[in-house]
């Protein structure tokens, strides 16, 4: 049974083209401002007749017609995750503006969750700022902050923080071992935030940052607990929609 | 009675009670009858109903003068306290305009402070709210209670008889149980309306000034419905509502702009069945002993049981929530905190420690304010929480 699920993000949108256990093709695009275009355009890409059921989810899950159901991004990330790491038992994610702790049962099924969504000190945007302030690209973050000394960054909002980065460059301080600091610096505000629910168990780390080995280990540090990613991490919500697609449920409770 | 409006009308008709009020109240005034202003359902009703003024709530529920009232008060408060003093402070609302008295009480520090500014333009009134429940709490509310009995009849030059007090207690318990018949329908299950539907007739309600008529209406309300759910057929509730989450909301009050919160849940399936907060059984679950030897420790002690997270400890707010998670079949638990309303927020962790782990059951907070801006992260939120189910 072949089926489609597709995550929007505020950054990135990501498909999957599912058949039973075994994902026939990914795509990903930037979002940008057209979270509708991009849809249809992914949707163009993967789709096939042969699709029984495409499932959306994201921010922007509500803004493809030929969507059969739309399913939050909490219950995709953890179906998505439980599937490319069986056993865990809990999911964070840091989205481009959010950031949410999922808890799993054993069958993966989620039973709480956190989202933070008032501030984008623990999110992607942040990462973004910093990126662009210390001038390195984020697809080599893990070189750029390899065997530095992080520089503590103490402001809790990314506004504060970009003034406290711009003093700490004029002090002087390495680029690297800042932009460490910054890293270290969201993945401690993360773990506290999944600290609330109390995981236990191994934790799955999605969205676009677990690609980063910088911060899966300081991610791990901080909660304590051993953290898996995967390859396939930033497609875990898309895994997930196209899951859930499996199980042809009547749309009657879908968001 | 007229059976000319659908049950949905009536609902709007009660939702658009407090503005319809207008008129009335301004009837009222011209014929001479006080208005007493309150904020809180710790304030005994009874004493301004027994002089025959009318009672009105002033809790505002918009954000349309926050930015005025936050020229004078910290942008870090509870949007309740900042909202109503804004209307205050702006006169944009006529109850507050009507109000010939305001009266507070010692309740949370936002609203304790806010009343000291507010009274340097209006009449105001505080009661000293005791913040526990002990035996000598109720010494000091019992006087409280009579004090401000003493101060209506200083301010409007009357004389408040016991035995206008307990007309008055008799007058609220048939409100109440009239209330309490029609929320009580939400034990159906499948639920027969909406909880955004039961909580427009709570809200409404308590902006219609005969109070003596209100059980009346409502009783006929309740019959209607249940007539309508009895009948079936496939735009029946009991075929439309079937098989939805039952929801208990509880936490700060809401009303106004929160009630996006109700919205959220029920556009992403689930049920509200029955509100705990100040809008719902808080305020009208217990009744007064209008017979007892002293009317007014019996106001009293009815009063100060109310379980408000101002109390502390709190322990009436969890027993009447495990009681109505029993009886209303509750599937799941939505603790609103209005931003910066400290009480409830850190009484969460105990709400849910009691949801999650004595009745076993899903549990979820989360903090809003007046504004609309959170109403997708609101909408993801509410829709995740109802797939978990
Ligand atoms: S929540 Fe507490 S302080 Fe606020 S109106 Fe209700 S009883 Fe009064
Ligand atoms: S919601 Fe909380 S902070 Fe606001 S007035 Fe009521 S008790 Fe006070």
């Keep these: ?255 | 009675m007229k059976l000319i409006n659908t049950l949905p009308e009536v609902f709007e008709e009660f939702n658009e009670q407090r503005k319809n009020s207008f008129i009335t109240a301004l009837e009222m005034k011209e014929k001479g009858i006080p208005f007493v202003g309150v904020f809180c359902t710790y304030l005994p009703q009874e004493i301004p109903l027994a002089m025959g003024a009318s009672v009105v709530g002033l809790c505002s529920m918009s954000g349309e003068t926050i930015p005025d009232a936050e020229k004078d008060l910290p942008r870090n408060l509870c949007p309740l306290v900042k909202s109503s003093y804004g209307f205050a402070k702006t006169d944009k609302c006529p109850y507050f305009y009507f109000s010939d008295l305001i009266v507070g009480e010692t309740t949370c520090d936002g609203k304790k402070k806010m009343y000291e500014m507010l009274s340097e333009f209006k009449p105001v009134y505080v009661m000293e709210l005791p913040n526990s429940q002990s035996p000598d709490a109720l010494e000091l509310w019992k006087k409280e209670v009579v004090k401000f009995k003493e101060k209506l009849e200083s301010h409007f030059g009357v004389t408040i008889t016991d035995e206008q007090v307990r007309r008055a207690a008799r007058v609220k318990n048939a409100e109440r149980a009239a209330l309490r018949e029609f929320y009580e329908l939400m034990k159906l299950k499948p639920a027969p309306m909406l909880g955004q539907d039961l909580y427009k007739v709570l809200y409404g309600a308590t902006f219609k000034f005969d109070k003596e008529a209100i059980p009346g209406e409502i009783h006929a309300l309740v019959e209607r419905i249940k007539a309508e759910y009895e009948a079936g057929g496939e735009d029946s509730p009991r075929v439309k509502l079937a098989g939805r989450p039952r929801i208990l909301v509880t936490g700060s009050p809401i009303g106004g702009v929160t009630e996006k919160v109700i919205r959220a849940l029920e556009d992403n399936g689930a049920q509200v069945v029955v509100f705990e907060n100040c809008s719902g059984a808080k305020a009208v679950d217990e009744d007064v002993d209008a017979e007892a030897p002293d009317i007014y420790e019996a106001l009293a002690r009815r009063y100060l049981n109310i379980g408000c997270s101002c109390m502390s400890p709190n322990p009436n707010r969890i027993k009447l929530m495990g009681r109505l998670i029993d009886d209303y079949q509750v599937d799941a638990v939505v603790d609103v905190i209005l931003q910066a309303c400290h009480t409830y927020n850190v009484e969460t962790y105990k709400i849910r420690r009691f949801v999650t782990e004595e009745k076993g059951i899903p549990y979820l907070s989360l903090e809003t304010d007046y504004s609309t801006s959170d109403i997708g992260q609101l909408n993801t939120r509410m829709a995740a929480f109802v797939e978990m189910l």
């Design chain 1, 1 to 255: 049974m072949l089926t489609l699920g597709i995550d929007c993000g505020s950054t990135t949108t990501k498909g999957v083209l599912l058949d039973g256990d075994s994902i026939v093709e990914t795509a990903i695009l930037p979002t940008s401002a057209r979270p509708r275009e991009r849809m249809a355009e992914l949707y163009g890409r993967l789709y096939r007749p042969e699709v029984e059921c495409t499932v959306t989810t994201g921010y922007g899950r509500a803004l493809l017609p030929q969507a059969d159901r739309q399913v939050t991004e909490i219950t995709c990330h953890a179906r998505g995750a439980a599937a490319l790491s069986p056993g865990i038992g809990c999911v964070v994610d840091i989205g481009g503006q959010d950031c949410k702790a999922i808890l799993l049962d054993r069958g993966g099924f989620v039973v709480d969750f956190a989202m933070n969504d008032k501030c984008a000190a623990g999110t992607g945007r942040f990462i973004e700022m910093m990126c662009r302030i210390l001038d390195c690209s984020l697809d080599e973050v893990d070189e750029f902050v390899r065997d530095r000394r992080p520089v503590e960054i103490t402001s809790m909002c990314t506004v504060f923080a970009e003034s406290e980065i711009i003093s700490l460059l004029a002090e002087g301080h390495e680029r690297g071992d800042i932009a460490l600091g910054v890293v270290r610096s969201i993945c401690r505000r993360t773990a506290y935030f999944a600290q609330r629910l109390s995981p236990a168990g191994e934790v799955f780390f999605s969205g676009g940052l677990a690609r980063f080995e910088a911060f899966r280990s300081a991610l791990e540090e901080f909660i304590g607990l051993p953290v898996r990613t995967s390859e396939l991490s930033q497609f875990a919500g898309a895994l997930g929609a196209a899951r859930i697609g499996q199980k042809k449920r009547p749309a009657a409770s879908a968001g």
